[in-house]
């Protein structure tokens, strides 16, 4: 499988051979001894995967149904009439489906694949960058790229990567496209991170955005036994990110919800000018005092707010 895909997610690996992760992970670590594979958290890839980067052909089938709930939740995010951007990636293709359901967006982006899912929603506005086509992951790149978003300023960005920690932040495998992804986070006000638990604790070659620059995460349901990716995501909200988890239970979130899927978030202080509430260091938020804090439409798209 990690041949054929590039990559592969022990979720997928227990689900393809019916067995327990536990097995699974056991038996992943014996290819590494072999040199088949290397592992990665929540997953493995082909040996030199640190520099590796896999094509949009193996990305679109690992993780599908986390990356699903991940747009799901991060479409709740964007309201209508709002101005953002929108990177490249399986994840962001998935979100840009959602968002051609909004009215009176318009979506800057560098990526063929969110620009297709756009182009026949009538309602939404698509600009796309300039700049040279990369092939495998369908994006533009390179200084034409770069020099379009000059004095671009939007609300959010939504961005994905080939990993994430606390230490560095999202990074990628590749410079042309860590170039550009720092040129669109340099114009929003806000960044917003898509990331499935295969990213979390796995660290890549260029850095995209460092930690103190990304306001959220949006990520899905860790494993009961998964505690490094609780240790990362409490690593990365104890540095002002706010973690919004996508929950296993699936159903609508109000009326006018963009999405659907049980939204559990964990909302953070954030460092600096970005920080709304007293006290320091991280601060979970009651369900009530979340919703009464919140718009209207936002009150519609949160279902609980609990603490992990």
């Known amino acids: 499988m990690v041949r054929a895909n590039g990559a592969v997610s022990l979720r997928e690996l227990a689900r393809v051979v019916q067995t327990s992760e536990v097995t699974v992970r056991r038996d992943v670590r ?17 040996p030199g995967g ?3 980067e896999s094509g949009f052909p193996q990305k679109s089938h690992l993780a599908t149904a986390e990356k699903t709930a991940i747009a799901d939740l ?15 990636g399986t994840t962001t293709q998935e979100l840009a489906r959602r968002l051609a359901r909004i009215p009176g967006l318009t979506v800057v982006t560098n990526s063929l694949l969110v620009a297709q899912a756009l182009a026949h929603a009538n309602r939404v506005e698509v600009v796309m ?7 495998s992951n369908y994006a533009l790149v390179g200084s034409g790229a770069e020099q379009s978003l000059q004095g671009l300023r ?12 606390a230490e560095r932040g999202l990074s990628t495998s590749n410079m042309l496209s860590a170039s550009v992804d720092r040129a669109l986070v340099q114009a929003a006000a806000e960044v917003v991170v898509l990331a499935d638990h295969t990213k979390l604790g796995s660290d890549t070659m260029f850095q995209t955005v460092p930690t103190d620059l990304i306001t959220r995460l949006v990520t899905d349901e860790p494993q009961a036994h998964d505690e490094r990716s609780a240790t ?26 963009h999405s659907s899927g049980r939204q559990a978030r964990r909302d953070m202080p954030l460092p600096g000018q970005r920080r709304t509430h007293g ?22 798209r949160v279902a609980d707010l609990r603490r992990r």
């Open 30 to 46: 014996a290819l590494e001894a072999e040199g088949l594979l290397d592992r990665r958290h929540g997953g493995a890839v082909l």
């Open 50 to 52: 640190f520099t590796r």
């Open 74 to 88: 991060a479409a709740g995010l964007v309201e209508e009439g709002e101005a953002i951007v929108v990177g490249a």
């Open 129 to 135: 960058t300039g700049g040279t086509l990369r092939g």
């Open 154 to 165: 939007v609300s959010r960005a939504f961005l994905s990567g080939s990993g994430l920690t």
């Open 232 to 257: 990362e995501l409490q690593a990365l909200a104890d540095q002002g990110v706010q973690i919004v988890v996508a929950g296993a239970g699936m159903g609508p979130v109000g009326a006018d919800s």
């Open 279 to 300: 006290g320091p260091g991280p601060q979970l938020r009651s369900a009530a005092s979340a919703l009464t804090d919140q718009s209207p439409g936002d009150r519609a």
